[in-house]
Nanobody, 124 residues
Framework: VQLQASGGGLVQAGGSLRLSCAASGRTFSSNAVGWFRQAPGKEREFVAAISGNGGSTAYADSVKGRFAISRDDAKNTVYLQMNSLKPEDTAVYYC??????????????????WGQGTQVTVSS
């Protein structure tokens, strides 16, 4: 099983990016998927998560109202739409999938599969 995160890049503050997390090796339509990020010198932190079949979502307070997570199970892909980006959003963004269940969770230890990360840089 592999997760491929993509869509990162350099953007000015106030701009938008859409990250993609494509899964291969099995389908994840019934499994929760989360996005996490790690800024230089900081610990990896929760950003957003979506339940299996997309019925529930959760967001970190720092991105609520600006980011939106969604999934296209036909493409086995989860997206993170990031709007109104701020310099403090600069980080490597990782997607992760829970092998065992559909439930939304903020806890990293629950997730079994991790993508390689994609860099997001927001300039002021």
């Amino acid at each position: 099983v592999q997760l491929q995160a993509s869509g990162g890049g350099l953007v000015q503050a106030g701009g938008s990016l859409r990250l993609s997390c494509a899964a291969s090796g099995r389908t994840f339509s019934s499994n929760a998927v989360g996005w996490f990020r790690q800024a230089p010198g900081k610990e990896r932190e929760f950003v957003a998560a979506i339940s299996g079949n997309g019925g529930s979502t959760a967001y970190a307070d720092s991105v609520k109202g600006r980011f939106a997570i969604s999934r296209d199970d036909a493409k086995n892909t989860v997206y993170l739409q990031m709007n109104s980006l701020k310099p403090e959003d600069t980080a490597v963004y990782y997607c992760a999938a829970d092998r065992n269940g559909p439930w939304v969770t903020r806890f990293q230890y629950v997730y079994d599969y991790w993508g390689q990360g994609t860099q997001v840089t927001v300039s002021s």
